[in-house]
């Protein structure tokens, strides 16, 4: 028929991936090498944007929840 009616369309949309503090679009270990450096104040261009505390900052409780990540305890 050519209307709207037969179309079907997805929008997705993700939000910043919990302890990702490089962007790259993974939980690494980079990322958990990253809170470290942040944790002896060498962290400069890390992303606040994969805080998993809730407080946009950057510190143990990232480095902590990356380990985990992975190693596959969460």
Known sequence: TG????????IVAFGPLNGDLDKSGAVDLTDAILAAKVLVDEGAGVS???????????????????????????
């Open 3 to 10: 209307g709207l009616g037969d179309v079907t369309a997805g």
């Open 48 to 74: 606040a944007s994969g805080d998993v505390s809730g407080d946009l900052k950057i510190g143990l409780a990232e480095m902590i929840f990356t380990l985990q990540r992975v190693s596959g305890l969460r």
